[in-house]
């Protein structure tokens, strides 16, 4: 059901699935090498002696399950459907309870409220899995706020009494990679918003984005720039829910109504509806003096009309003080063709103290920023 939270995981033909059935029981189903869908505890009843199951990977031909038991269960090896109730790992460096699982370099991290242990396959008769003594002090805040990244895992978590940030980690590495805008705005949200945190993850054109949507906003990271950002759909947070790679192609799946889009560079149009995008630039002064900005210039790609929009514009407004911007004025990009088009802004007054310039652009065509200059007299 769409009002039900399921974790999944692909990995070859086998898929598996953890979610709430009709029934309110929680239930997981698996397909291997075929097509037919099968609810486990049909063919073993094994699968919930540990409790009930909550997130789901595929690690060494296994699937993993951590329970709500504090208890983490696998298969066998490439069978969803066999499991032994004697096959169970425990998280014991903290007694907080389990939030999630993860794979890197197929050592199992296991997430609780307020730590992350470690796991090694190490063979031989039984789980087969180990803890090897590898603690981190931080715990992941959301049951589905962590998402495997290309070097490692990032997640939205905090330590005991802390609040929570956003964390990398790499090569047994932690690294906070949240700035104090980002901590901010994480603060200001209460613990159910905070908890409503779902991560996702993909590559495009030499970027990697981390996505973490909260009920009221998406907010992204390239690890690739190292720089933060939000996304939105008409006022909302970012209304794809779902993010899956294949055929060369990326795939998003719709919140609002169940579609299925094409992400990439040179669509223009968010399902249908044009996509606004606002950029900004760093603070302008003049060692606190009052400065004059006779001429701002964006140099742009111009000449990127298309049938949808063939006059395309962007609109330039400025903010003195941080918090409200006033002097919104359009400049066109240029029609098809028209590659030599400048957007110049004029007499645009003075500030006191501070000057940020803010540039919005609306409609289906491609934008791509180059450089801004602005002429500053004392």
């Known amino acids: 059901p769409a009002d039900n939270t399921w974790s999944a995981i692909t990995y070859g033909e086998r898929f598996a699935a953890v ?3 009709g029934t309110g029981n929680r239930a997981m189903t698996s397909i291997n090498g075929g097509n037919a869908l099968r609810v486990i505890t049909d063919y073993d009843t094994d699968f919930l002696a540990n409790g009930l199951p909550q997130n789901v990977r595929f690690v060494d031909s296994y699937f993993a399950v951590t329970t709500d038991e504090k208890k983490w269960i696998r298969s066998e090896a490439n069978n969803g459907l066999d ?3 004697l096959d169970v ?6 007694p907080d309870d389990i939030q999630a699982i993860e794979i890197d370099n197929n050592d199992v991290y296991i997430f609780g409220s307020e730590t992350v242990e470690t796991f090694d396959n190490i063979g031989g008769t039984g789980f087969g899995f180990q803890r090897n003594n590898v603690v981190f002090n931080k715990g992941a805040t959301s049951k589905d706020g962590v998402v495997k990244t290309t070097n490692g895992i990032a997640f939205l978590g905090a330590g005991k009494d802390e609040t929570p940030v956003i964390w990398s980690l790499e090569a047994g590495q932690l690294t906070k990679i949240s700035h104090p805008g980002i901590d901010d ?5 209460t613990l159910e918003d905070l908890e409503a ?4 993850y993909y590559a495009e054109a030499g970027a990697f984005f981390a996505l973490f949507t909260f009920p009221t906003v998406t907010l992204g990271y390239d690890f690739a720039s190292k720089l933060w ?15 899956t790679t294949g055929y060369g192609t990326i795939f998003a799946g719709d919140s ?3 579609r299925i889009g094409e992400l990439a560079l040179d669509i223009y149009d968010e399902y249908d509806n044009y996509i606004e995008a606002q950029v900004s630039s760093p603070n302008f002064a003049n060692q606190g003096e009052r400065a004059f900005y006779p001429k701002i210039e964006l140099t742009m790609e111009a000449g990127v009309g298309n049938a949808d929009n063939p006059d395309p514009s962007v609109t330039f407004d400025y903010s003195d003080n941080g ?4 002097g919104a004025r359009a400049r066109d990009i240029g029609k098809i063709g028209d590659y030599e088009r400048r957007s110049i802004w004029r007499q645009n007054g003075s500030a006191a103290r501070m000057r940020i310039n803010r540039f919005t652009f609306t409609g289906k065509t491609k934008r791509t920023v180059i450089k801004l200059e602005a002429e500053i007299e004392a």
């Open 256 to 258: 609002i109504d169940g």
């Open 83 to 85: 499991w032994n109730a």
């Open 89 to 94: 790992g425990t998280a014991e460096a903290d």
């Open 229 to 243: 950002h939000e996304r939105e759909s008409s006022g909302l947070r970012w209304r794809v829910n779902s993010l």
């Open 19 to 21: 979610g709430q059935s």
């Open 197 to 200: 945190c779902f991560a996702q």
């Open 185 to 189: 705005t994480l603060n200001k949200m």
């Open 323 to 326: 918090k409200t911007f006033k």
